[in-house]
T-cell receptor, first 111, second 113 residues
Framework: SQQGEEDPQALSIQEGENATMNCSYKTSINNLQWYRQNSGRGLVHLILIRSNEREKHSGRLRVTLDTSKKSSSLLITASRAADTASYFCATDPSWSNMLTFGGGTRLMVKP | DGGITQSPKYLFRKEGQNVTLSCEQNLNHDAMYWYRQDPGQGLRLIYYSQIVNDFQKGDIAEGYSVSREKKESFPLTVTSAQKNPTAFYLC????????????FGEGSRLTVL
């Protein structure tokens, strides 16, 4: 069964706008990761946030983690057409690298 | 350049045939994984291996088999026992119990005719 559930399933925005994607999970975790997948390609790691962290930044990416609510969000600021992709959250319960992936959010950024 | 190479990128199979998907990495990673992705869905773990000559079943191992004879290679065989094999298959690797990050190949798309 999938641990993470992304919301929304699909998101369409204009270039320059911010995009926010949410991820909820069910069991305790040691870390949560976000990955990006261009259509028909492999996944690329974006960012990892540990269970004792609340917020992390990487370039135009901002990730938050609320372990009390078992949820995370990924914010992409000043989006570009090249950000068009599917974004997946993945949870790791024990630093085992045994990740459980959510169903993904399909982001479309219109030029 | 270091990375993970999957082949073939596209594969067609007749019902009843076994097929083997190749995954090779030159990242010197200990752990390797196979995931299955169905259209519009997330990834589900088929098998994983944390060390040579050892591997464990993931969530959906039925109808699949693997081997890990070399650190660099982790081939996946989709057997005729797999009822619905049409899917996108992704291989990944990681430094065991280190960064937590998985490195993925570009995937192999299997279609059963």
């Amino acid at each position: 069964s999938q641990q993470g559930e992304e919301d929304p399933q699909a998101l369409s925005i204009q270039e320059g706008e911010n995009a926010t994607m949410n991820c909820s999970y069910k069991t305790s975790i040691n870390n949560l990761q976000w990955y990006r997948q261009n259509s028909g390609r492999g996944l690329v790691h974006l960012i990892l946030i540990r269970s004792n962290e609340r917020e992390k930044h990487s370039g135009r990416l901002r990730v938050t983690l609320d372990t009390s609510k078992k949820s995370s969000s990924l914010l992409i600021t000043a989006s570009r057409a090249a950000d068009t992709a599917s974004y997946f959250c993945a949870t790791d319960p024990s630093w085992s690298n045994m990740l459980t992936f959510g169903g993904g959010t399909r982001l479309m950024v219109k030029p | 350049d270091g990375g993970i190479t999957q082949s073939p990128k596209y594969l067609f199979r007749k019902e009843g045939q076994n097929v083997t998907l190749s995954c090779e990495q030159n990242l010197n990673h200990d752990a390797m994984y196979w995931y299955r992705q169905d259209p519009g869905q997330g990834l589900r773990l088929i098998y994983y291996s944390q060390i040579v000559n050892d591997f464990q079943k993931g969530d959906i191992a039925e109808g699949y088999s693997v081997s890990r004879e070399k650190k660099e290679s982790f081939p996946l065989t989709v057997t005729s026992a797999q009822k619905n094999p049409t899917a996108f298959y992704l291989c990944a690797s990681s430094i065991e119990r280190a960064t937590g990050e998985l490195f993925f190949g570009e995937g192999s798309r299997l279609t059963v005719l």
